[in-house]
């Protein structure tokens, strides 16, 4: 230990940075016996909990930094969860989620008392042979919450106390966060590491994009934003004067009066299947919703009759690896194309991309990292959870493949055109993560050129009716969570209920997110999915030692 502290030993203060570390600690302690797992979404739960985990969570960044040698990001939020609540992710050096072996280093470090916290710290140094003296740096981004502000520089405390170097960026998106960090450790090749730079190289490559776009008029241009009263309402509003009048808005639910997340925002309009409150829509008319912190988009229209209509993650994997393929084709690039789904994607959409587009797909389990994984093993990998959070993954071969062929004096003016359209749509999507508005961006670019209207791309294929419940239940699964393996018997009567309905399949997963689990149903009509969902519901409850009353039927 005295060897370590020697090493250790701060210039500034004279305190050894173990020391340093014990008294910052005691401004952020560690309620007894609160014990959180760093899950699919970081650390979640109630805010007046989190500031001892905000502390240790700036602690592992600055670790973390140091062990990669590069700028690690930490992003303060809960995306679609209640005001009240908060969170917080950390970013690795190419703006992805942090690794997962440093995900369980982040769960040691929140659970360890008072007393044990600078043995948790020595643990992880010693596990990676971290150079202690080795300099470090991290981004740190927030959003709009009301605890934000404090948590945030709980944050900064933990990068501090081990002599890093902490950049606060204030409010941001989740994306613009993860998009800043890969920024800065390319060295810029990704583009600028700055809250202009992401307006900069999403509204150019958007302006290129929609020049192959023909007539359009301002009622094209034109489209309402819910912006669930978060950070997302905000970035757009600044983003509005680089697109220069191409993209026209009309933005709802913009944090000036309402609560962020309450009655509006992806999350309420995905589960809800209705419009949120606040919007006022016409038939016809194109709207989609940003979550919290602006990583999932849906979009959505009521008809002529009055009947909502949703575009989720699926209707949006759909229409960009149609139009990737279309490109693809007409450059004559062989480069492989998937999209990586997971068991909540609606099986209209598996089905048509199989056999109409025949696009291969690949399920996997629910949560990002699992798709962004799955996306990487092909040239171009589309993924999207239902939700509508996902991005387009383009591999390092396939960049440069596309970009010889656009700058290639040798080829027809179609395939030229192709590649270049392929150019700037690279440059349009935000690779580290999903992101509302760059997809947005996208979706709203790939209509303007295939001249498709939103009933039109509605119409692609038709979803099965479909409905999710939540339970609160434990149930352990297999084949990325479409079959639970316990308790037992509980898949096999899942498998009889399926059987008494036509076009249906159901299944039963613990929520990453939540202290909940999941019931999905879908089949050939919203009554058949709703009493399936029921029917399934009951069967865990009775199966699985349900508490509480039984659940009732669906309305």
């Avoid at 090493?7 to 309620?31: A, I």
């Avoid at 990704?190 to 929609?210: H, P, V």
């Avoid at 409905?467 to 969570?481: C, G, L, P």
């Avoid at 997963?509 to 149903?521: F, I, K, L, M, N």
Wanted: proline share 3%; charged share 25%; glycine share 8%.
């Amino acid at each position: 230990m005295s060897v370590i502290r020697a090493k250790l030993r701060s210039r500034e203060t004279g305190m050894t940075q173990f020391e340093k570390v014990s008294h910052f600690s005691g401004l952020h302690p560690k309620p007894a016996g609160l014990v959180l797992q760093y899950g699919t979404a970081g650390f979640r739960t109630n805010a007046k909990q989190l500031d001892h985990i905000m502390f240790r969570m700036g602690l592992l960044a600055a670790l973390r930094s140091k062990n990669t040698k590069a700028t690690i990001g930490v992003m303060v939020t809960a995306s679609h969860n209640p005001e009240e609540d908060n969170g917080v992710k950390l970013v690795d050096p190419m703006g992805e989620m942090v690794t997962q072996a440093w995900e369980e280093y982040a769960t040691l470090l929140a659970n360890a008392e008072q007393e044990g916290l600078i043995m948790a710290l020595q643990e992880v140094i010693e596990r990676e042979a971290i150079n202690m003296g080795q300099e470090a740096s991290v981004f740190i981004g927030k959003d709009t919450r009301p605890s934000s502000e404090s948590l945030s520089q709980a944050v900064l405390d933990g990068v501090s106390a081990l002599g890093a170097h902490g950049h606060d960026y204030g409010l941001l998106t989740t994306p613009q966060l993860h998009f800043m960090v890969c920024c800065k450790n390319t060295e810029g090749r990704y583009g600028n590491a700055s809250e202009d730079g992401y307006y900069k190289k999403l509204a150019q490559a958007f302006i290129q994009l929609t020049k192959h776009a023909r007539n359009r008029t301002d009622d094209q241009k034109h489209l309402l934003v819910d912006g669930a009263n978060g950070i997302g309402a905000l970035a757009l509003r600044k983003m509005e004067a680089f697109l220069q009048k191409e993209f026209q808005f009309s933005l709802f639910n913009d944090g000036s009066q309402g609560k962020l997340n309450f009655l509006c925002g992806a999350d309420y309009v995905k589960v809800q299947q209705r419009p949120p409150q606040g919007v006022e829509m016409n038939a016809g008319e194109r709207c989609c919703s940003f979550d919290g912190d602006a990583d999932r988009i849906v979009y959505y229209f009521n008809d002529s009759a009055g009947r909502f209509h949703l575009l989720d993650g699926d209707k949006i994997a759909t229409l960009i690896s149609t139009y990737l393929k279309e490109l693809l084709t007409q450059a004559g690039l062989d480069l492989q194309i998937a999209v990586v789904q997971t068991a909540y994607a609606n099986g209209s959409s598996t089905r048509y991309l199989e056999d109409t587009m025949k696009v291969a797909v690949r399920c996997v389990k629910t949560g990002v990292k699992h798709l962004h994984h799955a996306a990487q093993e092909f040239d171009i990998g589309v993924y999207f959870e239902a939700n509508g959070h996902g991005t387009v993954l383009f591999s390092k071969a396939a960049e440069e493949r596309i970009q010889r062929l656009a700058t290639d004096p040798n080829i027809n003016d179609e395939k030229k055109n192709a590649a270049c359209l392929l150019e700037n749509t690279i440059n349009l999507i935000n690779q580290t993560v999903g992101d509302a508005i760059s997809d947005m961006l996208l979706i709203e670019a790939v209509l303007a050129i295939r001249g498709l209207t939103v009933q039109q791309w509605n119409a692609i294929y038709t979803d099965l009716p479909n409905r999710q419940v939540a339970d609160r239940r434990v149930i352990d699964t297999t084949d990325a969570e479409r079959r639970a393996t316990s308790p037992l018997g509980l898949q096999e009567a899942i498998d009889a209920l399926v059987k008494k309905y036509q076009m249906s399949r159901a299944f039963v997963r613990p929520s990453g997110t939540e202290d909940v689990v999941r019931v999905y149903a879908e089949a050939d009509s919203q009554e058949s999915a709703d009493a399936l969902a029921h029917e399934v519901s009951v069967a865990v409850y009775k199966l699985a030692g349900g508490v509480g009353p039984e659940p009732e039927p669906l309305h």
